[in-house]
């Protein structure tokens, strides 16, 4: 087998990046040479992986928009050239999320096998979405996508894969240790990045207007960030807000619902593994009503389809499944039996096979 070559630009604790770790593991598993760029300067879920060859590349985040779009091309540069000397034509180039482009343009020089594994649709502003998609189209042999809505939704090339995201074994194992809490403390949760098209703010209305429920939202940001947003606003004393969380099933295990509150005009949610994490806890789930989300959640079977912006709707909802215990347990069964669809196996299977053909 070639060595594999997987890039990911931002190493942290976000979906796409814990997909990377998952296919990582499988093909070291299997023996298969397997090289790593990505950034350096924070932890994440690349990092520490065994068997795994880890090379850094610069990237530096900031919140001025000029400096972070200057930043990332100058690093998109560095891994052109890092790569262009690192190369082999009989590597498989493995570019996880449409950013590093950069490695699309060393692969496509060096005569590389090129996939691209495509997690996002709402890139912006549309000229940068544009060029991304364009370089992709231009060098992508493969194109891997997280649902069936992004497949059909961003096309890349003829050559297509689905693969979706699933648990890994570990996290099912602790997830199927744990029993329904119905008549506990009503806990609604939501774990997100912190930005506005996430939904944070109407999670903090929703929490507003139901003062009889205790809401909780894990966010993948410092305290340090999570003050300076919230900065100036009285945030309810029920509503308790944490940074980035290396382990989330004490917040799986204590919660009754789990949301994603993501705006659809902003940002359309392509698959969304927190609600999957949470449905294996036996969590009905209320999503936005498009996007590769919808494929995890049954409207009036094992959650809703809510556009966030529907505050009243979701306190509705929230209370129906909170008052009912009998409808609550089947949603909370169905949510179940619908995760154990996404198991790890089946993406064993799949990341070995797309590598092969």
């Known amino acids: ?12 604790y976000s979906g796409s990046p814990k997909v990377l770790m998952q296919l990582l593991k499988t093909w070291t598993g299997k023996n298969i040479e397997v090289h790593l760029f990505t950034s350096g300067g924070s932890t994440g879920f690349l990092s520490d992986l065994p068997k795994v060859a880890r090379h850094l590349i610069w990237y530096r985040f900031s919140q001025n928009p000029l400096i972070k779009i200057c930043n990332f091309f ?39 096998r090129i996939i691209y594994h495509i997690h996002e649709t709402s890139v912006k502003p549309r000229i940068f979405k544009d060029f991304l ?5 231009l060098t992508a042999s493969k194109g891997v996508f997280v649902s069936d809505y992004l497949m059909k939704k961003e096309p890349i090339v003829q050559n297509q894969v689905l693969l979706y995201n699933v648990l890994e074994r570990e996290f099912a194992e602790k997830a199927d240790q744990s029993h329904g809490i119905y008549g506990k403390e009503p806990i609604i949760l939501m774990i997100c990045s912190l930005k ?4 944070v703010d109407e999670f903090v209305k929703l929490a507003e207007i139901n003062r009889t429920y205790l809401f909780k939202l894990v966010l993948n940001a410092s305290q340090k960030e999570i003050d300076i947003y919230f900065k100036g606003k009285t945030l309810p004393d029920h509503l308790k807000i944490y940074p980035t ?8 295990r204590e919660a009754s619902i789990i949301v994603n509150l993501s705006r659809p005009d902003e940002w359309v949610e392509t698959f969304g593994l927190t609600i999957l994490e949470g449905m294996r806890y036996r969590l009905p789930a209320i999503v936005p009503p498009v996007g590769g989300i919808t494929e995890l959640v049954n409207e009036n079977k094992n959650g809703f ?42 993406f064993e299977e799949t990341c070995v096979q797309m590598i092969s053909i």
């Open 196 to 199: 506005s098209y996430k939904g």
């Open 1 to 12: 087998m070639n060595r594999i070559v997987a890039i990911h630009l931002l190493n942290d």
């Open 245 to 252: 969380q290396t382990d989330t099933h004490s917040f799986y």
């Open 305 to 346: 389809l809510i556009n966030s912006a529907d505050v009243y709707e979701l306190s509705g909802k929230i209370h129906y499944l909170m008052c009912n215990e009998e409808i609550y347990k089947s949603f909370s069964e169905s949510a179940y039996q619908k995760s154990l669809m996404f198991s790890e196996d089946y």
């Open 133 to 137: 998609f364009g370089i992709a189209r």
């Open 74 to 112: 100058i690093s998109q540069l560095f891994l052109t050239i890092k790569l262009l000397l690192f190369l082999k034509r009989e590597d498989i180039i493995y570019i996880n999320t449409v950013l590093p482009f950069g490695a699309a343009i060393a692969g496509k020089l060096r005569g590389c």
